[in-house]
């Protein structure tokens, strides 16, 4: 006979949605799966945290019934592991504030279920940007304990490197401020070591200055796609990577890689400059033109707020794409013939690289939790998650070629991709701080060491 859950504490009752509840099938979801929770907390406070925290820990400890944890802000989680079945489901949702602390010294405070298109939203009209990732409806709490790869990273480096202090709230349901002077091992680890440590649920930044303009934006963005004809992929990609690294770091570069007819490879090249329409950009672009035969090409400028515009999409676990990803210094003719390999296959939706380098390289690699410093570009593989067996066996050599995996980025689970996540000592140093912050092991939903 199933246990029935015990009676929750009273902070929670008017918060908790369950099975029978008209709201459920709004909330159970995330963007990639279908969850089927006992129970989705929509907290409002960090009390409630606190109470969810320590109620699925007591259910866990004490009356022994397996009942995971899951932690949901955005919901666009390639891993699909903020949520769950048969458990909890702390959604943040609506713990969403977004405050600018001190405009002259750039701070702004982030609650973890803000999205990144609103956070945006809000700090345009004071000429303010953090670096993001690329989609507006990803959650500010798991990007940022996670990394953060998007179309400013070469101008101002990952969303985990603008981290200036946060609350979190770890297995005992103790709540934290952490930064630079307070706990700061705890404070490197929730800046790229995922969400192993606790739920972080407030984030101060230290965001950047958008230089004044005659453009009108106040973010500006210059953004030109070019489609591109290849009929040798390891010349395009050589150039493409030598265009990108002597260019301005205010360009931020990705590809995405098809296979065309006639054995030729169609590449749609999205390029980001921040900064207005200049001479500059127009000979950076130019230079783009020429890197292959050109099918199409257009160029626009907008505020980065407009491209990075939230959606606030409903989650309904209809997302198909499952995604594989490692971090090289450089493509070689041996891994370009690889990646073209990869696309013949009917089930591949495409192959990315995303030009890194510029400000994520200036950190040293023990300045938080992120330890790939010197790679210069990301080769993501995507493709229909029903064939993920199959794929992930396509994409086994990919792992000798690189340094690392970027986890957020990555759909598959398992240990071994973990093992290319975190290494050496960053991975000795996680583990020994998961032990320390969550030694009844309640955080198992997320990439565990």
Do not use: C
Request: proline share 3%; aromatic share 10%.
């Amino acid at each position: 006979m199933e246990k029935a859950l015990p009676e929750l504490p009273a902070s929670l009752k008017n918060v908790a949605v369950f099975p029978e509840d008209s709201r459920y099938d709004k909330v159970r979801s995330n963007d990639y799966k279908v969850g089927h929770p006992k129970v989705v907390i929509l907290a409002e406070t960090e009390e409630q945290v606190i109470d969810a925290v320590n109620y699925a820990a007591k259910i866990n400890q004490e009356q022994q019934m397996n009942f995971p944890l899951s932690i949901k802000s955005g919901g666009h989680g390639l891993s699909a592991t903020s949520v769950n079945d048969e458990g909890m489901v702390l959604d943040l949702s609506q713990m969403n504030q977004i405050t600018i602390i001190d405009e002259e010294k750039r701070l702004v405070k982030i609650q973890a279920g803000a999205l990144w298109g609103d956070v945006a939203q809000k700090l345009t009209p004071h000429h303010l940007v953090i670096s993001s990732g690329d989609h507006g409806d990803t959650g500010v709490g798991g990007l940022a304990v996670s990394g953060g790869m998007g179309i400013l990273l070469r101008s101002f480096g990952l969303t985990i490197d603008k981290v200036a202090g946060a609350t979190i709230i770890t297995a005992d349901g103790k709540k934290h401020w952490v930064d630079n002077e307070n706990e700061p091992e705890l404070f490197w680890g929730i800046r790229g070591g995922g969400g192993q440590l606790g739920v972080v649920t407030e984030f101060l930044f230290h965001a950047d200055k958008a230089v004044p303009t005659d453009s009108g934006f106040s973010v500006p963005i210059v953004v030109q796609t070019v489609d591109y004809s290849i009929d040798h992929l390891p010349a395009f990609i050589e150039a493409w990577h030598q265009w990108f690294d002597t260019s301005s770091t205010k360009l931020t570069s990705i590809l995405l890689l098809n296979a065309g007819d006639d054995d030729t490879i169609v590449a749609q090249g999205r390029n980001f400059w921040y900064g207005d329409d200049s001479s500059q950009s127009r000979e950076v672009f130019e230079k783009a033109n020429k890197l292959g035969e050109v099918l199409e090409e257009n160029q626009k400028s907008m505020e980065y707020s407009d491209f990075v515009r939230a959606q606030h999409t409903p989650l309904e676990g209809k997302n198909t794409a499952y995604g594989r990803n490692i971090l090289v210094k450089h493509i070689s003719e041996n891994v370009a013939k690889e990646i073209q390999y990869l696309l013949d296959k009917p089930f591949v939706y495409g192959v990315e690289l995303r030009s890194l380098g510029g400000a994520v390289n200036q950190p040293t690699s023990y300045f938080n939790a992120w330890s790939y410093r010197q790679e210069e570009i990301m080769i993501a593989y995507w493709f229909d998650k029903n064939y993920a067996e199959e794929a992930n066996n396509l994409f086994q050599p990919f792992l000798q070629f690189g340094t690392g995996i970027y986890g957020a980025y990555s759909s598959d689970e398992s240990s071994t991709e973990t093992h290319h996540v975190w290494k050496g000592e960053a991975a000795e140093k996680l583990r020994a701080l998961n032990k320390r912050y969550d030694p009844n092991q309640l955080f198992t939903q997320n990439r565990k060491l």
